[in-house]
């Protein structure tokens, strides 16, 4: 069944119905059909240049509120109508935003990321409906996976967000999603200064709420679907001096089982901050955060599986016999229809991590004309994730074991940069430098004999005195310096410019301390690379050529360092995960991944529509992909050049606030990204050239209806994707379906020594479809090899929350 694009939300809501898998296009045809959930609706503001001063780039930004202003307390933010998406008013790039208000649509506890998915030309995927299940968390924009965008909280780098971190961690663990005030989007190139050493297609800057000036607090519960439950908690000091010094600490514990098999995803989280204002409006401020989660997996799917099997297929846990009978050869009934049942399923996989971030950033306004800002940071990273695997026996003759990964991350850096306000210049330059220490290590444990113990709950930790092989450990250091000049020039009322360049330098290596050659294959990959340019420039201009009317137009030059990863880990497109022989033969001729982006545009901003329009193209050279074939616990993993991608586009999005309270959304948008040559492997020469490039979808439409009654809001979002490649060649790929969610909210007003008590509900896939969510998270194969891997996103889920401030 191929889904047609919606004209309108109110008309393909009319027709929703609820409809069995669609089928998998190409040779191996399977049911399946539709993505992670879009993010909610959000409602607009009467004029979005007042809406949120982040929306332009820094240098335009007002960077202080007026001398003695004082903020509205965290803990009751006012209600406003407010549009799904605050288009950048004035910015000379595109740029949209969701706000605090926006994010309240969606369930406590929803990724921040999550929600971004209604903005255009930007894809979220996950198999669970919060978002927080890390391994199936991917956010496209513009057809730039999340390892190539850049991404920051309050200025402290977060790295690529790939699941296997090397520089940062996930944004579900950085914040507390209550705590986000705001996250501003830069949809083509991100801003001069932001703390990136990923940027190519665009940078994701979130920005945590500060303390509120009034003493009290914030509690919330949230129940749901598959035992889910949320405790949220946060207490502000309020002012406990003349000179405003406040702080709050926050704290988030979520439980929640799989959707489909055994196991759960569970996790505690700690926000605090502390602001100290200054004279002159400056301020000093230092954000916490600790988090622990604990998850289990689920399944990855092929097409095949999907056929023969279902979509509920699952993981053994907690059933020990049938994993240990699988590894003999002994499958359930359903199974033996596969054409892999050996791969089918695993008794468990699971992620165990521990981060502690901490930042200080001084905000000094020197003069009336001069801004000096420094930020401090420091991140460190724990954990293990385990994988039981019938590929590996045991020395006592179970015929399978686990397998455990430990990384871990030690990090720090700072950052300065002083702004000068000379006559109509903004003049702005700074430096970023961080040191950053990455370890992994893979291991084997043994397993018990049937009828002597089970593997029992992975999450609880692994038995150190039952490891029998240590298949490598690597230790990788970095160096990454980026310094950055730039200049916003008001040439008059109507016509802004901004142009400057940053310069860029990423030492990065590994040494491999243990390995045992045997067991890999081979020696792991072993060395140093660097990746730098001098002059990487960006120029963009916002022109007011009528009120309300605007034009902008933005070119960037960007480069991408080198990821990291651990050999044969099947995460990132590294150079290291492959063989030392596969490393030295393309060490002297890799080069980093860089691009070239033009866009242009039109906004119209006023009380009754904000409208955008945007063209953009991508010249993307050296572009690095991760090829796989055989099994997903024990593939053959390579990194190639594949050269060059060229993508061209369009985006549209309009927001209509026809009466008090109602606000109608739509965004449209279009992405032709293709490959610009064939490629050469080993096997032969692979027909790419002209193909689209996988896992992101050529159109999407994003629609959301609001209205708010006095105390009472509702709102319905959807989102339709177009078909997505799986493969290089174009062989296979998944068709395209429509995600619909439902939200309503009532504030019952102050009950005894509480305020604001709010009870909202909300219903994710609407329609109950069953569809595929993340399709590269072991990365795709030149042509349809039976090992196209993806994962199923959830069924209809149904949360409950009551909150109420104090």
Known sequence: MKSR?????????????????????????????????????????????????ALAHPAHRVPHPPRGARATPAAQPAPQAESIAVFGHGSTRQMTSVTRTMMRQSVPGTSPLKVLSQLPGVLYQSADPFGAYEYSSQLFMRGFNQSQLGFTLDDIPLGDQQFNNYNGLSVTRAI???????????????????????????????????????????????????AATRTFVRLDSGDLNPSGTRFFVAYARTDMDLWKGHGYDYSNQVNAKLVQPLPRDSSLKLFFDWSSIQQFDYQ???????????????????????????????????FLATNDPFDAAYYAGTANRVDYLGGLTLDENLTSDLNWKTTLYGHGDSGYSTW??????????????????????????????????????????????????????????????????????????????QIFANAWQEVFTSNSFVFHLQDTFTVTRQLTVNAGFKSMAVWAGNRVPVQDAALNGGLVAQGDLTASNAFLPQVSANWHFLPHHELFFDVSHNMRAFP???????????????????????????????????????????????????????????????????????????????????????????????????????????????????????????????????????????GNITYQWRKFDVHVDGNYISSRQLTYTNDLHVP??????????????????????????????????????????????????????????????????????F
């Open 5 to 53: 694009l919606a004209l309108s939300l109110s008309t393909v809501l009319a027709g929703l119905a609820i409809v069995p898998a669609a089928m998998l296009a190409g040779p191996d045809r399977a049911a399946a059909a539709a993505p992670a959930r879009p993010a909610p609706a959000h409602p607009a503001p009467a004029h979005p240049a007042l809406a949120h001063p």
């Open 176 to 226: 507390i999603s209550d705590n986000v005030s705001g996250v501003d989007v830069s949809q083509g190139a991100g801003a001069i200064d932001v703390a990136s050493t990923s940027n190519l297609g665009g940078a994701i800057q979130i920005h945590s709420i500060d303390p509120s000036h009034t003493r009290g607090g914030t509690v919330g519960q949230t129940f749901g679907s598959n």
């Open 300 to 334: 990855d799917m092929t097409p095949n599986y999907l056929r023969t099997v279902g979509p509920n297929l699952a993981n053994y846990y907690p059933d020990y016999t049938a994993a240990y009978q699988a590894a003999l050869g002994h499958y359930p009934r359903a």
């Open 388 to 465: 039981s695997t019938p590929y590996m026996p045991s020395p006592n003759g179970a015929p399978l074991s686990q397998r455990i990964q430990t990384p871990g991350i030690a990090r720090g850096g700072f950052e300065s940069a002083a702004t000068w306000t000379l006559a109509r210049h903004k003049l702005n330059a700074g430096v970023w430098y961080e040191y950053g220490r990455f370890t992994e290590g893979r291991y084997f444990t043994q397993a018990p004999l049937l009828g002597q113990g089970t593997l029992g709950n992975p999450t609880d930790g692994f038995p150190a005195d």
């Open 564 to 702: 990291q990863d651990g050999y044969g880990t099947n995460v990132s497109a590294t150079p290291w995960t492959a063989s030392q022989a596969a490393f030295q033969k393309t060490r002297n001729t890799l080069r980093p991944e860089t691009d070239w982006v033009y866009e242009g545009g039109y906004r119209y901003t006023s009380p009754f529509l904000s409208a955008l329009a945007s063209l953009y193209r991508v010249n993307f050279s050296n572009r690095l992909q991760l090829i796989t074939s055989q099994a997903g616990i024990n593939p053959i993993t390579a990194v190639q050049n594949v050269g060059g991608v060229t993508t061209n586009g369009a985006e549209a999005s309009m927001t209509i606030r026809p009466l008090p309270g109602l606000s109608l959304y739509n965004s449209f948008s279009y992405a032709h990204s293709t490959y610009d040559q064939d490629v050469v492997t080993a096997s032969g020469i692979e027909p790419t050239r002209g193909k689209l490039v996988p896992n992101y979808p050529s159109y999407m439409y994003k």
């Open 736 to 805: 395209g379906y429509f995600l619909a969610n439902f939200g309503m909210r009532y504030n019952f007003g102050d009950a005894g020594v509480l305020r604001g008590v709010t009870a909202s509900f909300n219903i994710y896939n609407l329609a109950n479809k069953t569809y595929i969510a993340t399709t590269n998270e072991l990365g795709n194969n030149f042509v349809n090899t039976g090992y196209n891997y993806f994962l199923m996103g959830a069924p209809r889920q149904f949360f409950g929350t009551i909150s109420a401030n």
